[in-house]
Every structure is written in structure tokens, then in C-alpha cells.
């Protein structure tokens, strides 16, 4: 909490009663809300609360950085999402209450990581009446490392996704092996059911003729058992014959789980092709000795484009290729280290504003939403912080340039 803050709001204004979603700082909203609640959760509470989005079917980033908005603008909203939040994890508050001191929050803490149990304890652990913010910091920055973790846990998920589909062809094989033997089976069982009933017919028959003979008697007696046993036999064939449609639903489940992961998968290799395509581009326009603009690259024509967050080590990187372009670069980074003030300036010298969404932060982007939209500013996000995706996003800003240059 800064000192402007703690000046209006005092440490001990909550007492030693768990603190409410809009008591904490606005910066622990994004983990909480995101790590705490599903997405799923998010979308249900947001239709309760009847809040609309400018889409009519919000991204997943748009639904969590609008509630993550509202939260500090609507207390309706922000009550909501703690008594969901309190409802939810309830087990893990009570556990965490018995904590006097950080220290014993910081114990509990370490043990429900280890149990896998980090949600219900973010919860419980940033709400807590005696943490601080050290320790508040402390868990936000594991819970960002778990992110990564997860990223990594993917690609080892695409690896197995390969199996998965050689498993799956090797039982859609057996499945149609299987099939296939139970209807030769059921049909030789039904033959054999038929004949075994003509039989019977003919052995009951007979055994009415002679009913006072004691061997027709003991025949009769064999020939039940063995329609008995035959019955059991039957029984087990249709057992077996469930149990393979059982397995033929398993496998038709997999693969179409199978094909959901393989669009995904499509899509995100079509929008890393094209990044790769633009920075391969960029590659090769950079080992000619005089580009005349036929390798591809966008002409700019002297427009000056603001950059804003990313990270400050590839800022020179990013000003060449502009530069290469024909136009000029101005960098903000987002609020870190420089004031939010100076956005304004360079908004207004700009022709174009450029950001990467997985490198700025809500307040950044949010203020410079408003002030593009008042500016009339082109608005371009750009989809990860790396050169290859910057190229990508830099070509559309080229192309809206030609257009603007074409209707004048």
C-alpha cells in the first residue's frame, strides 16, 4: 500500500477482522480474483451482477480485466466476488485463522503449496488480518513462478498428446477386432440357442410320453442344466460385449478431446508462423545492402510510433526495425520506473500506440485505452513481448499508414 494510502486508510482501521476485496491494494486484485476464482465462476457471477462488457462475448482476458476493474469501481461487484471467494474457500480460511503471527502464516502457507492447495490458501492468506505486505509480495511471486511452471508443463502435455493419438488409432483397431468377434460369437450363440431349443422341445415332448421311465427323467434333469449353463455362457458374452461399447465410448471421448487440443494447437502454430514469417523477413531485408522495400517490410513514412511496458532490453532492438522502416520509436515503460504522467506527452507526438498485453500493466493499459480512444489514437496491442510478434503487429500498422495515404 503506498503512503497516500496508508495515510487515508490506517493499518488498524480493519481491526482483527479478515479484510475485505477493496481493503487490500488494487495490485493484489489480478492475482487473487485470477489464481482464487475459475473462469467459469468469473463469467456466472459477472451475468448475476448484470455487468456488461463492450463485447457480447468477452475473451477470457477481457472478462478478467473488466471484473478486475470493477472491483475498485463498483462495490456491488467487489462484495460479490469476496462472499464467493469466502464461500468457496471457506476449509482453508478456518484453517488459516488459528495464525497469530506472519510467521505462522507463512508455515501454513508452505504446507498447502506442498499439498498442491494454492488457491484456497491465496485467499486465506492475503485476506489475513496479520499479513503483510512483505509476505503479500512473497506470495504473488510464487504464485507468477507456478504460471511459468505450468507453461513448461505444456509442452510436456504435447508431447504426450502424440501418444495419446497412436493409442487411440492401436483402440479404434482393437475396438473394430472386438466387434467383430462378438458378432461371430453372439450369431454362433443364437444358432446354437436355436438348435438347443428345437431339442428341448423335441426331448420334452418325449419326456411326456414316457413319464414313467426314470432315464428320461435324468435326461431332462441334464438337458436343464446345460440350458443353464448355456444361459451363464450367454450372460457373459452380453457382459463382454457392454464392456467393449463401454471401451469404444472411452476411446470416441479421447479423440474428440483429442482434436479440440489439435485446433488449439493449429491456431497458436498459424499465429507463431506468421510472427516467425515477419521476423524471418526482417532477418532477410537486414543482410541486403539496400532494401527497396520488395523484401516486404512496411513503410511508415516517417510516423512516429509509441511502445509502451515490454521490457527495456530489447527497446533498441525494436527502435532499429522502426527506424528500418522509415519511422520512429518512443518507449514508455508502463509505470515501473517512469511516471504515468509522461503518457500523455508522448501520446500526443505519436501517430500510432503499440503495446504487448503480456507485458503491461491493467493500469497502463487502461489509461492508455482512454487516452487513445480521446486522442483518436490507432490502438495496437501486440500479442507477446518478442521481436517476431512486434514485426508481425509493426506490418499492420504500416498497412493502415498506406491507407490512410490512399483516401487522402
Given at each position: 500500500?503506498?503512503?497516500?494510502?496508508?495515510?487515508?486508510f490506517?493499518?488498524?482501521?480493519?481491526?482483527?477482522?479478515?479484510?475485505?476485496?477493496?481493503?487490500?491494494?488494487?495490485?493484489?486484485?489480478?492475482?487473487?480474483?485470477?489464481?482464487c476464482?475459475?473462469?467459469?465462476e468469473?463469467?456466472?457471477?459477472a451475468?448475476k451482477?448484470?455487468?456488461v462488457?463492450?463485447?457480447?462475448?468477452?475473451?477470457?482476458?477481457?472478462?478478467?480485466?473488466?471484473m478486475?476493474?470493477?472491483?475498485?469501481q463498483?462495490?456491488?461487484?467487489a462484495?460479490a466476488i469476496?462472499k464467493?471467494?469466502?464461500?468457496?474457500?471457506?476449509?482453508?480460511?478456518?484453517r488459516?485463522?488459528?495464525a497469530?503471527?506472519?510467521?505462522?502464516?507463512?508455515?501454513?502457507?508452505?504446507?498447502?503449496?506442498?499439498k498442491?492447495e494454492?488457491s484456497?490458501?491465496?485467499w486465506?492468506?492475503?485476506?489475513h488480518?496479520?499479513?503483510?505486505e512483505?509476505?503479500?509480495?512473497?506470495?504473488?511471486?510464487?504464485i507468477h513462478m507456478?504460471?511459468?511452471?505450468?507453461?513448461?508443463?505444456?509442452?510436456?502435455?504435447l508431447?504426450?498428446?502424440?501418444?495419446?493419438?497412436?493409442?487411440?488409432?492401436a483402440l479404434?483397431?482393437?475396438?473394430?477386432?472386438?466387434?467383430?468377434?462378438?458378432r461371430?460369437?453372439?450369431?454362433?450363440?443364437?444358432t446354437?440357442?436355436r438348435?438347443?431349443?428345437?431339442r428341448?422341445?423335441?426331448e420334452?415332448?418325449?419326456?411326456?410320453?414316457?413319464?414313467?421311465?426314470?432315464?428320461?427323467a435324468a435326461?431332462?434333469a441334464?438337458?436343464?442344466?446345460?440350458?443353464?449353463?448355456?444361459?451363464?455362457?450367454v450372460?457373459?458374452?452380453?457382459?463382454?460385449?457392454?464392456?467393449?461399447?463401454?471401451?469404444?465410448?472411452?476411446?470416441?471421448?479421447?479423440?474428440?478431446?483429442a482434436e479440440?487440443?489439435?485446433?488449439a494447437?493449429?491456431d497458436?502454430?498459424?499465429?507463431t508462423?506468421?510472427?516467425?514469417?515477419?521476423?524471418?523477413?526482417?532477418?532477410?531485408?537486414?543482410a541486403?545492402?539496400?532494401c527497396?522495400?520488395?523484401?516486404?517490410r512496411?513503410?511508415?513514412?516517417?510516423?512516429?510510433?509509441l511502445?509502451?511496458?515490454?521490457r527495456t532490453?530489447?527497446?533498441?532492438?525494436?527502435r532499429?526495425?522502426?527506424?528500418?522502416?522509415?519511422?520512429?520509436?518512443?518507449?514508455?515503460?508502463?509505470?515501473?520506473?517512469?511516471?504515468?504522467?509522461?503518457?500523455?506527452?508522448?501520446?500526443s507526438?505519436?501517430?500510432?500506440?503499440?503495446?504487448p498485453?503480456?507485458?503491461?500493466s491493467?493500469?497502463?493499459h487502461?489509461?492508455?485505452?482512454?487516452?487513445c480512444?480521446?486522442?483518436?489514437?490507432?490502438?495496437?496491442?501486440?500479442?507477446?513481448?518478442?521481436?517476431?510478434a512486434?514485426?508481425?503487429?509493426l506490418?499492420?500498422?504500416?498497412?493502415?499508414g498506406?491507407?490512410?495515404?490512399?483516401?487522402?
Amino acid at each position: 500500500m503506498c503512503e497516500s494510502c496508508e495515510e487515508i486508510f490506517p493499518a488498524n482501521s480493519v481491526g482483527t477482522r479478515r479484510l475485505k476485496l477493496w481493503d487490500l491494494e488494487t495490485g493484489w486484485h489480478c492475482t487473487i480474483v485470477g489464481t482464487c476464482l475459475s473462469m467459469g465462476e468469473l463469467r456466472r457471477l459477472a451475468a448475476k451482477q448484470g455487468v456488461v462488457f463492450h463485447k457480447s462475448n468477452p475473451t477470457d482476458y477481457e472478462m478478467h480485466t473488466g471484473m478486475i476493474r470493477l472491483v475498485s469501481q463498483e462495490r456491488a461487484v467487489a462484495k460479490a466476488i469476496t462472499k464467493l471467494l469466502d464461500q468457496k474457500h471457506a476449509a482453508a480460511i478456518s484453517r488459516f485463522r488459528r495464525a497469530a503471527t506472519a510467521a505462522d502464516l507463512e508455515a501454513l502457507w508452505r504446507e498447502a503449496v506442498e499439498k498442491g492447495e494454492v488457491s484456497g490458501a491465496c485467499w486465506a492468506l492475503m485476506a489475513h488480518p496479520v499479513a503483510t505486505e512483505q509476505l503479500r509480495s512473497l506470495v504473488f511471486g510464487e504464485i507468477h513462478m507456478l504460471s511459468h511452471q505450468v507453461g513448461a508443463a505444456a509442452r510436456v502435455d504435447l508431447k504426450r498428446f502424440h501418444a495419446l493419438q497412436t493409442e487411440n488409432a492401436a483402440l479404434e483397431a482393437t475396438v473394430v477386432l472386438q466387434q467383430e468377434r462378438l458378432r461371430t460369437e453372439i450369431g454362433t450363440r443364437d444358432t446354437a440357442l436355436r438348435n438347443l431349443q428345437d431339442r428341448l422341445d423335441r426331448e420334452t415332448a418325449l419326456c411326456r410320453g414316457l413319464t414313467h421311465a426314470a432315464g428320461a427323467a435324468a435326461e431332462l434333469a441334464a438337458l436343464r442344466s446345460l440350458a443353464a449353463e448355456l444361459k451363464r455362457r450367454v450372460s457373459q458374452e452380453e457382459d463382454g460385449h457392454r464392456t467393449a461399447k463401454a471401451v469404444a465410448r472411452e476411446a470416441d471421448i479421447r479423440a474428440a478431446a483429442a482434436e479440440r487440443d489439435t485446433a488449439a494447437l493449429r491456431d497458436e502454430l498459424h499465429e507463431t508462423r506468421a510472427e516467425l514469417a515477419a521476423l524471418e523477413g526482417d532477418f532477410a531485408c537486414d543482410a541486403a545492402v539496400v532494401c527497396d522495400r520488395a523484401c516486404g517490410r512496411p513503410d511508415l513514412c516517417g510516423r512516429c510510433i509509441l511502445y509502451v511496458g515490454g521490457r527495456t532490453a530489447q527497446v533498441h532492438h525494436l527502435r532499429r526495425v522502426v527506424e528500418e522502416c522509415n519511422g520512429t520509436l518512443v518507449h514508455h515503460d508502463g509505470g515501473f520506473e517512469e511516471g504515468m504522467g509522461r503518457l500523455s506527452g508522448l501520446l500526443s507526438q505519436a501517430d500510432a500506440v503499440m503495446f504487448p498485453v503480456d507485458c503491461v500493466s491493467h493500469m497502463a493499459h487502461d489509461q492508455l485505452k482512454r487516452l487513445c480512444k480521446r486522442w483518436e489514437k490507432p490502438f495496437v496491442p501486440v500479442r507477446r513481448s518478442g521481436l517476431g510478434a512486434f514485426v508481425h503487429a509493426l506490418d499492420k500498422v504500416g498497412r493502415s499508414g498506406r491507407d490512410d495515404q490512399d483516401r487522402l
